[in-house]
């Protein structure tokens, strides 16, 4: 008998938050969020629970979603995906989380539908605002609902909220009334969300994430005979966690909870979950999860997504295969047929025609200022990398700590608002950029690392830029991270300081949380959004077996 090496999490490293599992036949997919960033919703595909490879994305176009001048973090959260085999038909749901102003939390929800995974999707649906991280119900009766988390904002109420259920009508394509609240919780670790609902013989099993999308998250359960409820809670939750324990944090807003960190696990923040039974008869958890740098707890990476293996038990509630509610590195894997899949290329030469589906941009479409074709990528310049309106920046998120990053540019700046490079990019007010611009003093092209601190800006001792193309090279080894540049691609000069990585982080980041360290290449035109930068190639060279630096 062939030896099936174990599982080991993540399964997709880098950010990969709020994975949903869903299955048609023998296929399964996972999505995951995508905040600021089109392409959105990353959907991955799988045949045997091990081999993942990004397939589609559920948003193409920047029209389905205005994001433009959103603030890091906001966007798009939590998609679900699901598969209704009456209506042959996947059913996308997500939400547009545009402001948490207040803690109001200003959010729109909608449901795109497609034949196939790889669509054509429709045009987006409006359900309500009443909450996020809203899921579709598809029931054995052809009803369909809508769960998602109605946050509270009044006060002297409890917080977090309550789940809330409501009906949709897929011919009208609206709900049904109002949503009702229906669930308070499971554990009292507050900060409920992620719901998704099920339908398991004769009960409806709700899935919830809470204890907030940090240090103390976790994957709790419900069931109830009815949809409505009322839900009794699993008397074992949570059922996946980092942080073991009955702890009581209702009261407290903060999502990190640093005090909650587990040394006994790789796997921090594990929580946020969904699930899929196999064609062998198995269950599989999603979730998502991170690896800190110790001590200080920052996750360069984000929330990375892992799978748990799960039985259930003949009283009918999900466990871990190991019996405890630990997330773990390595799992008992799959005895579905073993289905390899190519990983994408280390070296992108951009021949096209189109781009490879891992790159993305912030806030709008790739190809409304990017360009691949015979003699590479073009970029053409658009605003300031702080900006939150169109920014010409292509990246392609960070899935290691020990990575070396490589191009070859060809720009000709001719005035101080010109500039192109490579970058390593949290958000718009946290990146690391050496470009290539115009130094009026020297009266010629120069080099210079550009770091963004929490939206203080440092720029590094410029360095004349040799004639022609330049080589650009970005190396992370686990804490450092430093730039140099060739004039040959041979022979490398070290440029501007080495930085700390894990300053790139939710947990160091004033402007940003819950996405994660990306690497690209940009191009500014403050003058008129026009003059291109050429990049010949992106060799990104990433030992991903290496963990973090703890």
């Known amino acids: 008998m062939k030896h099936i090496p174990a599982l080991k999490n993540p399964i997709l ?11 048609r036949g023998e296929d399964y997919y996972l999505a995951v969020s995508s905040f600021e960033w089109f392409p959105g919703v990353p959907i991955y595909h799988s045949r045997d629970m091990r081999h993942w490879e990004l397939l589609t994305h559920g948003l193409q176009d920047d029209r389905a979603a205005d994001l433009r001048r959103l603030p890091s973090a906001k966007g798009v959260w939590a998609p679900c995906l699901t598969w209704c085999e009456e209506d042959g038909l996947f059913y996308l749901t997500y939400s547009v989380m545009n402001s948490m102003e207040a803690r109001y939390f200003d959010v729109n929800n909608y449901v795109i539908t497609a034949p196939e995974v790889t669509g054509p999707w429709s045009a987006p649906v409006y ?7 809203g899921s579709m119900f598809h029931d054995r009766d052809g009803k369909k609902y ?3 988390l109605e946050w509270e904002t009044r006060p002297g109420y409890e917080k977090p909220g309550a789940i809330c259920l409501v009906e949709y009508d897929p011919a009208a394509k609206a709900i049904v009334g109002l949503p009702r609240r229906i669930y308070t919780g499971g554990t009292d670790r507050g900060c409920i969300e992620g719901p998704h609902l099920y339908r398991r013989g004769e009960w409806y099993y709700l899935l919830c994430a809470e204890g907030g999308t940090g240090y103390a998250h976790c994957v ?12 009794e809670p699993d008397p074992a939750n949570p059922i996946l966690t980092s942080a073991p324990g009955d702890f009581n944090e209702r009261a407290d807003w903060d999502h990190l909870k640093p005090r909650y960190y587990n040394p006994n696990t790789l796997l921090q923040k594990a929580g946020h979950g969904s699930y ?7 269950t599989y958890l999603a979730f998502h999860c991170s690896r800190p740098f110790l001590p200080e707890l920052r996750c360069t990476l984000g929330r990375e997504a892992g799978l748990a293996r799960m039985v259930w038990t003949e009283d009918g509630w999900l466990r871990t295969w190991t019996g405890d509610n630990l997330a773990r590195e390595e799992v008992l894997p799959s005895a579905l047929p073993d289905a390899p899949v190519e990983r994408p290329p280390a070296r992108d030469l951009f021949q096209g025609p189109e781009l490879a589906p891992y790159w993305y941009a912030p806030r709008r479409s790739p190809g409304r200022f990017a360009r691949v074709g015979e003699g590479g990528l073009t970029l053409r310049g658009g605003e300031s990398l702080c900006s939150l309106h169109e920014v010409a920046l292509l990246a392609r998120k960070l899935t290691s700590v020990q990575v070396q990053v490589t191009t070859r540019l060809d720009f000709a700046p001719t005035r101080y608002q010109h500039t192109a490079g490579l970058v390593l990019y949290y958000d718009n007010m946290d990146y690391a950029y050496l470009e290539k611009t115009w130094d009026e003093g020297l009266g010629a092209p120069v080099l210079l690392v550009r770091h963004l601190e929490n939206g203080v800006r440092t720029d590094s001792r410029p ?9 650009l090279r970005l190396t992370i080894q686990g804490r450092r991270t430093a730039f140099a540049w060739s004039a040959d691609g041979a022979e490398y000069q070290a440029v501007g300081p080495v930085l700390d990585t894990s300053t790139f982080s939710d947990e160091y980041c004033k402007y940003g949380e819950f996405t994660g360290a990306f690497v690209g290449l940009a ?19 990433a030992d991903e077996e290496a963990g973090v630096n703890r």
């Open 13 to 23: 490293p880098g950010f990969h938050a709020d994975p949903c599992l869903c299955r």
């Open 127 to 133: 359900l309500h605002s009443a909450g996020f991280d």
């Open 146 to 148: 809508v769960i998602s």
């Open 220 to 231: 709790t359960m419900a069931r109830s005979h009815s949809v409505w409820g009322p839900y």
């Open 276 to 282: 899929v039974d196999t064609a062998a008869g198995e």
């Open 463 to 471: 360095v004349p830029a040799p004639p022609g193309p330049v080589w």
């Open 523 to 541: 191009c500014e035109d403050g003058v008129l959004h026009r003059l291109c930068a050429q990049f010949a190639c992106f060799d990104y060279q």
